[in-house]
C-alpha cells in the first residue's frame, strides 16, 4: 500500500483512511490500521481502482463512509427537476459533503470517469459541487453515486438553478455584447481619428473611402449584435404606442449609422460610425451597472429560493426515508443534521439546539431554541442533529410568506416612479421635435451640418438619466434595507418617513415582548384555581393573540359556539353553559380594580388572571431616539389603564391611552391625520390592521399576525423596533439621492440640448456626455449601500 502523505503521518493511533481515533479492537490490512469495515472497503476500493495516488496527495484526512439510500435519485420527478437533458444523455450538480482538498476532487472524479455510462465528471474543492455527465440507459445515476458514498464523502441536491442559470445566462450574454461594442469603439474610433486629423484634405480619397469602410465593418457587429437589446425594446414601444428611451436610442443609433453608410457610398463630407457605436458602448455600460444594482436586490430571493433543500430525512415508524422536500407533510418528523437546511416549518421535537437564521430576518447571530420551540424552514442547525414535527410546508412556510412579501415590494411601482415614466415619454417626444427644429434651421444656414447637429441633438439628450434617476436609488435602498431586517412593501411610505410628526405605538407584542405569562391568579367563586385555568384554555385555543399565549396548554374541556370579539375577549360555551374571557367591561366586573383578563360564569366573574409581559429590551432606546428628534410619540392601547402607565412610565410616553378597541384607536389616528400630520402606527395584531393600513406608514414585525403585515408598509424582520429607526434613516438618504438624481438628469438636458442644437457639441461628443450622465445616476444611486 502507498505510504501517507508526511504531512498526515505520525498518527498512528489513528485510521489510516479517516484518521478518526481507534477506540476498539482494529483492522488490520497490508500493514495499516482501520476504525472500521468502511473505511477499509473504501481504501481496497481505491487501490483495485489504481487511485492509490490519492493517499500520496491529499492535505486533508478522508470521510468516514456512511451508507443511504441514493434511489431517491432514480426517480423521475426527482431528475425532470434537477437533471438537465443533454440529448440522450442526462447531467446534474450535485453538493459534495467532505471534500477538502484538490485529491479528493481528483479522486472523486477519476472514480467517476472509469465507470461505463459515465461520459464526464469533473468536481470543485471551491464550490463543492460535482457535475456529473451520464447516460441513463447504460448506468443508474444511483449506482454512480454510491461509488462517491462509498469513498466517504456524502451528496445531496445542489437545488434547482433554472432561474439563475437564466441570470447567469442574461449577464453573460450582456458582457458579450458589451465586450463587443467596446472593441469595436477602440477600433473604430482610430479609424476616425485618422479621418479627423485631415483637416488639410491631404489624404487621398481611395485611403479616406478605405478608412471608412473600416470602420464600416467595425461598427456592423454593434449594431446588428450589440445594439439587439435597444432595437428590441423600440419594436416593444411601438407595439405598444409608448415611446421611451429604447425608441430614441434606437432612432439615433439607425440615423448614425444609416446615414454614415449612405455618406460612404456617395462619398460626403461627413461620416458618423463612431459615434454610432460609442453610443451603443456607453448605453450597454450604463445598462450593465443598472443590472448589477438589480442583480443586489435579487440576491436575497436567490438566497431564499435555493436555501430549500431538495431531500429530506423523514422518519417513519423506525426507518429513516430520504425524500423529496416537496412530499413532507404536515405531522411528519423530519430528521436534520448538524449544517444542513431546515425543510419546512416544524416544532423541536429533540434537545435544544442553535440556528441560523440570517437569511429570514438579517441576524447573523446564533439563535438558541428549546424543546417545543418553533422552527423556521430555511435556517441552518448549527451544533447537532436534530428531530422537528412538521408545522407547516411549502407556500404556508415562514420562508415562503417572505418571499411573497418581497416579491409584491419589487412589483410595486412607487408614484414618483409612474409620473417620471409619463414625464420620459413626454421628454423624448419633445426631443424629436428639437432634433426636427435643428434640422430644418440648419438647413437654411448650411445643409451640410442639418443632419450631424439633429444627430447630436437625439445622442446628447439623456432620458436614460431620467428613467433611472428613480428607479435605480428604490433598488438600492430595498436590497439594503433587506440586508439590516427591514422589508419595504411600499416606497412611498417609506419615503413618507422622513416627514413625520408623530408616531404611534401598540403596547403588546409591539413595546413588549409579546410573550404574556399569568402571574398570578384570583379566584372569586367555589371553584378552584385549576378549573378556572382548564376553562380558560379551552375558550382561548380558539384565539390567535399574543395575551392567548398565556393560556396555551391541554384542557379537558372543549369550547363550543366561540365568538372571538376583537380587543375584548372570547366568549363560547363549555359543558352547555355560557362563559366569557376578556377585559372587565367584556366581563361585566363591576370592581374598581379592573386590571388582568376576567373569566365570567353566567352566575357571576369566577376568577382574574394577571398578566407579565417584558418590555423589549430596545423599546426605550427607541422612543428616546424618535423623542430626541422631535416627533410626537402616543401609545393607544386596548389594554388597562394601570398596565399601559405602568409602560408608558417605563419608555418616558406621556400621551398613553388605555382600554381602547380598534375602533377608537382608527378615530383617534384619523384625527391626526386630519390635523394635518403624517402619522406612523406601529403595531403587530390581527385587531392593529385596521389603523396599520389607517397611517401614513405602517410598520410591523416579522411575528406578526398576518393581516397587520399585510397592512403594513414595512416589515421588521429581525423583530426588533430599531428597524423603524434604520427604515428613517434610509428615507432620508433615499430622498437626498433622488433628489441629486432628478436635479442632476434635468439640469444636464437643460444645458446640453441647447449646446447640441446650435452646434457646439457633435455626435461623438454627444454621445460620451449623454453616457456620464447615465452612469452618475447609476452610480449616485449606489451609495446608498454604504448608508
Known amino acids: 500500500m502507498n505510504t501517507l502523505n508526511p504531512a498526515l503521518a505520525g498518527t498512528n493511533a489513528g485510521c489510516f483512511h479517516c484518521g478518526e481515533p ?48 441514493l434511489s431517491v435519485f432514480d426517480r423521475p420527478e426527482v431528475q425532470a427537476r434537477y437533471a438537465e437533458k443533454l440529448g440522450e444523455q442526462c447531467a446534474i450538480e450535485l453538493a459534495v459533503e467532505g471534500m477538502h482538498c484538490a485529491a479528493c476532487a481528483w479522486l472523486i472524479g477519476e472514480t467517476l470517469r472509469r465507470l461505463p455510462g459515465v461520459t464526464d465528471a469533473s468536481a470543485s474543492v471551491v464550490s463543492a459541487r460535482l457535475r456529473l455527465v451520464w447516460t441513463p440507459g447504460a448506468v443508474q445515476l444511483s449506482d454512480a453515486l454510491q461509488r462517491v458514498e462509498t469513498l466517504g464523502y456524502g451528496l445531496s441536491l445542489a437545488g434547482t438553478n433554472a432561474q439563475q442559470e437564466q441570470r447567469r445566462k442574461a449577464r453573460r450574454t450582456l458582457m458579450l455584447r458589451l465586450g463587443i461594442a467596446a472593441l469595436a469603439t477602440m477600433q473604430a474610433m482610430m479609424f476616425s481619428e485618422a479621418l479627423y486629423l485631415d483637416k488639410a484634405g491631404e489624404m487621398s480619397v481611395a485611403t479616406r473611402d478605405f478608412f471608412r469602410w473600416l470602420t464600416f465593418l467595425m461598427s456592423t457587429p454593434v449594431l446588428s449584435y450589440s445594439a439587439w437589446p435597444f432595437w428590441r425594446g423600440a419594436l416593444n414601444e411601438w407595439r405598444l404606442r409608448r415611446f421611451g428611451m429604447d425608441t430614441l436610442a434606437a432612432v439615433s443609433i439607425a440615423l448614425a449609422y444609416g446615414a454614415s453608410l449612405v455618406e460612404t457610398i456617395r462619398g460626403g463630407p461627413f461620416v458618423w460610425f463612431d459615434a454610432a457605436v460609442m453610443f451603443v458602448f456607453f448605453l450597454l455600460l450604463a445598462r450593465s451597472l443598472e443590472g448589477m444594482l438589480r442583480s443586489r436586490g435579487q440576491a436575497q430571493l436567490d438566497r431564499m429560493a435555493a436555501a430549500r433543500p431538495a431531500l429530506a430525512m423523514r422518519r417513519v415508524d423506525d426507518r429513516v426515508q430520504t425524500v423529496p422536500a416537496e412530499e413532507i407533510a404536515v405531522g411528519d418528523v423530519v430528521l436534520v443534521a448538524a449544517g444542513a437546511t431546515v425543510p419546512a416549518d416544524g416544532k423541536l421535537c429533540s434537545h435544544a439546539a442553535q440556528f441560523d437564521e440570517s437569511l429570514l430576518h438579517g441576524e447573523s447571530r446564533p439563535q438558541a431554541r ?105 433598488l ?240 421588521a424582520l429581525n423583530g ?26 434635468l439640469g444636464y438636458n437643460v444645458l446640453m440640448l441647447p449646446l447640441a442644437a446650435f452646434g457646439v457639441v457633435g455626435p461623438g461628443l454627444a ?21
Open 767 to 787: 454621445a460620451i456626455g449623454m453616457s456620464v450622465s447615465s452612469l452618475f445616476v447609476t452610480l449616485n444611486a449606489m451609495r446608498l449601500y454604504r448608508q
Open 476 to 715: 438600492a435602498a430595498q436590497s439594503k434595507l433587506v440586508r439590516a431586517g427591514v422589508l419595504c412593501l411600499d416606497t412611498d411610505a417609506l419615503l413618507k418617513l422622513r416627514q413625520l410628526d408623530r408616531v404611534v405605538f401598540d403596547k403588546t407584542g409591539t413595546l413588549t415582548e409579546g410573550h404574556p405569562r399569568i402571574a398570578a391568579v384570583d379566584v372569586f367563586g367555589a371553584v378552584d384555581t385549576a378549573v378556572c385555568l382548564a376553562l380558560a384554555r379551552a375558550l382561548e385555543q380558539h384565539v390567535h393573540h399574543p395575551i392567548a399565549e398565556a393560556f396555551a396548554g391541554a384542557s379537558p374541556y372543549v369550547a363550543e359556539h366561540v365568538v372571538v370579539t376583537a380587543g375584548a375577549g372570547v366568549s363560547g360555551h363549555i359543558d352547555g353553559q355560557s362563559y366569557r374571557l376578556g377585559s372587565a367591561d367584556f366581563c361585566d366586573y363591576p370592581g374598581s380594580d379592573r386590571a388582568g383578563v376576567f373569566l365570567r360564569h353566567d352566575a357571576g366573574i369566577l376568577a382574574r388572571f394577571r398578566l407579565s409581559d417584558a418590555l423589549r429590551p430596545e423599546a426605550s432606546a427607541v422612543v428616546a431616539s424618535l423623542q430626541s428628534e422631535g416627533l410626537a410619540v402616543t401609545l393607544l392601547s386596548g389594554d388597562q389603564s394601570a398596565a399601559v402607565q405602568t409602560v408608558a412610565d417605563q419608555i418616558g410616553v406621556a400621551d398613553a391611552r388605555s382600554s381602547l378597541s380598534p375602533e377608537a384607536k382608527l378615530a383617534t389616528l384619523q384625527q391626526y391625520r386630519q390635523a394635518g400630520q403624517v402619522v406612523a402606527m406601529l403595531g403587530d395584531g390581527i385587531n392593529d390592521a385596521p389603523v396599520l393600513a389607517a397611517a401614513d406608514v405602517g410598520f410591523t414585525l416579522a411575528k406578526a399576525a398576518p393581516l397587520a403585515q399585510h397592512a403594513s408598509a414595512l416589515i
Open 370 to 474: 428549546l424543546q417545543g420551540d418553533r422552527v423556521l424552514a430555511g435556517s441552518i442547525c448549527l451544533n447537532a442533529q436534530i428531530e422537528i414535527q412538521v408545522t407547516a410546508v411549502g407556500a404556508e412556510t415562514r420562508l415562503s410568506e417572505i418571499e411573497r412579501a418581497m416579491l409584491r415590494a419589487a412589483e410595486t411601482r412607487p408614484a414618483m416612479a409612474r409620473w417620471l415614466d409619463r414625464l420620459v415619454q413626454r421628454f423624448v417626444l419633445i426631443v424629436f421635435g428639437l432634433a426636427i427644429v435643428t434640422a430644418i434651421g440648419w438647413s437654411v444656414v448650411d445643409p451640410s451640418l442639418s443632419l450631424p447637429y439633429a444627430l447630436a441633438v437625439l445622442m446628447v439628450s439623456c432620458p436614460c438619466a431620467l428613467a433611472l434617476a428613480i428607479p435605480t436609488a428604490i
Open 22 to 69: 481507534l477506540t476498539g479492537p482494529a483492522l488490520l490490512a497490508k500493514g495499516q490500521r482501520y476504525c472500521c469495515t468502511g473505511c477499509l472497503a473504501a481504501a481496497e476500493f481505491i487501490h483495485q481502482q489504481g487511485l492509490g495516488d490519492y493517499y500520496r496527495l491529499r492535505t486533508e484526512r478522508g470521510s468516514r463512509p456512511e451508507h443511504s439510500d
Open 720 to 745: 426588533s423596533l430599531e428597524g423603524f429607526l434604520v427604515a428613517r434613516r434610509m428615507s432620508a438618504a433615499l430622498h437626498d439621492v433622488i433628489r441629486q438624481n432628478l436635479g442632476w438628469a
